[in-house]
């Protein structure tokens, strides 16, 4: 995978996993501290990476209209795993298909019927594929969470939002500057007795844009900076941009 994910791309996702629905640039900004173009830059970036490949309502056919939901457990020849994923997806009545890589039960068709004699038609046509079903259960709940490690703290991070390790052992920090932080207002020129004259700013995400700063670029609230310590202190380097604990 070409894109890294850092803190604040994770705790988007973790939002938008829990509702999509009301979960607008808005209100993720405040939780995440950055500015609402910062969020719908984001989000834009995840879309053409293909990390968020879409977003769908879950629906209860249960109630609605009173329709059945039936889980297929299959198993198909490994070489087949995708093709025979895509044909079943285009079974009517199909709505989810997931290929996993196990030697037996490695393909999982969901599919909805008005009556039991639909779901029967969906496994005919499952087993004309050369599809073999394992088992066939009926749905009776599916419960969905946000994936919890992506949720962060609700509270201003005392973190950096990313930490990138190089080769050679160098760190590159990726950091939102806290409103209070001891950077805020000042240029960089400034604040290098602050910082320290090895602390390099490679760039600044501000307000949905990446540019390159120079020494009169001033710093501002929620501004995210990647820069590189040098030989200064990381943690002082930190609480320039964090302010202190």
């Not at 938008?16 to 993720?28: F, K, P």
């Not at 795993?81 to 196990?102: F, T, Y």
């Not at 046509?125 to 419960?143: F, G, H, N, R, Y």
């Not at 946000?146 to 760190?171: H, N, Q």
């Amino acid at each position: 995978m070409s894109y890294h994910l850092d803190d604040i791309d994770r705790r988007i996702i973790h939002a938008l996993m829990d509702d999509a629905r009301n979960a607008s640039a808005t209100s993720i900004a405040e939780g995440l501290h950055v500015s609402d173009a910062t969020v719908r830059n984001r989000i834009n970036r995840l879309e053409e990476e293909g990390i968020i490949q879409g977003y769908t309502a879950t629906i209860d056919f249960e109630r609605a209209d009173g329709r059945l939901t039936s889980l297929y457990m299959c198993t198909v020849p490994a070489a087949d795993r995708e093709r025979l994923a895509a044909a079943a997806q285009s079974i009517p009545g199909v709505i989810n298909v997931r290929v996993l890589m196990a030697g037996r039960r490695d393909l999982q068709v969901v599919a909805v019927g008005e009556s039991t004699e639909d779901l029967r038609t969906i496994a005919r046509a499952l087993s004309e594929l050369d599809i073999q079903i394992e088992d066939e259960e009926l749905v009776q709940t599916e419960i969905r969470s946000p994936y919890a490690p992506f949720g962060g703290e609700a509270s201003r991070p005392t973190e950096p939002t990313d930490v990138v390790t190089l080769p050679d052992g160098t760190d590159v920090i990726e950091v939102a500057v806290a409103s209070e932080a001891p950077v805020v207002g000042s240029s960089l020129d400034g604040v290098r007795d602050l910082l320290g004259s090895d602390v390099l700013v490679v760039s600044i995400e501000r307000d949905g844009s990446i540019f390159r700063p120079d020494e009169d670029t001033v710093i501002h609230a929620d501004d995210i900076v990647t820069l590189f310590p040098g030989d200064e202190s990381r943690s002082d380097v930190l609480e320039g941009f964090l302010g202190a604990d």
